[in-house]
């Protein structure tokens, strides 16, 4: 399994309608609401990268009233790697 971050940003006054509707997606793991230029950080889980891509794609930015995500998706090459810096 494939583990993103997603950054949201939402239309003012619809945070709570958001926050909501984030909980109610399967494959977002955690919202947490923060304060600032964004307004929600999600992660989100797939089967791979394509996947992850396709969850914030089709069901986080389709959600109206969301208005721009930045998605940051594991890097397995370097978990892979990280015995070789010890």
């Known amino acids: 399994m494939t583990k ?6 939402v239309e003012p006054s619809l945070e709570l309608e958001i926050y909501e509707k984030l909980l109610k997606l399967e494959e977002v793991l955690e919202v947490t609401p923060v304060l600032g230029t964004v307004d929600f950080i999600a992660r989100v889980e797939g089967v791979d990268h394509n996947e992850v891509a396709a969850i914030v794609i089709k069901k986080i930015r389709g959600l109206k009233g969301v208005t721009s995500t930045k998605t940051f998706i594991e890097d397995e090459f370097l978990k892979e790697l990280e015995g070789l810096y010890k």
């Open 4 to 9: 993103g971050i997603v950054l949201i940003v």
